[in-house]
């Protein structure tokens, strides 16, 4: 069965780092483009970051996190990872992972696979 993990998520003081991982199973995540995307409380989801498949290396960042993520994949371990430096408490949501084929999408009904997501809390 296809599926997506995340892991990573905890509780960090402002300014500290978190690795998010978006681990793959059933499929090759090197064949899709993954996005990432967070959901805070009271809020809708929105997208943060996402990397194209390998055929392309294309990545892009939301600007409120442009220069602080930095969103790469590890195709031995079929996983995408996301590296967040200089956390705020604006970062706190849940954070999840999605996988399309083929090149990236704002349209959430776009993705295939969908992880259940991970908590990141920055506390103010």
């Known amino acids: 069965q296809p599926q997506l993990v995340e892991s990573g998520g905890g509780l960090v003081q402002p300014g500290g780092s978190l690795r998010l991982s978006c681990a793959a199973s059933?499929?090759?995540?090197?064949?899709?483009?993954v996005s990432w995307f967070r959901q805070a409380p009271g809020k809708e989801r929105e997208g943060v970051s996402c990397i194209s498949s390998s055929d392309y290396s294309i990545t892009y960042y939301e600007e409120s996190v442009e220069g602080r993520f930095t969103i790469s994949r590890d195709i031995r371990k079929n996983t995408v990872y996301l590296q967040m430096n200089a956390l705020k408490p604006e970062d706190t949501a849940v954070y999840y992972c999605a996988a399309r084929r083929f090149v990236p999408s704002q349209v959430e009904s776009e993705y295939d696979f969908w992880g259940q997501g991970t908590q990141v809390t920055v506390p103010s």
């Open positions: 059933g499929f090759v995540l090197d064949y899709y483009s």
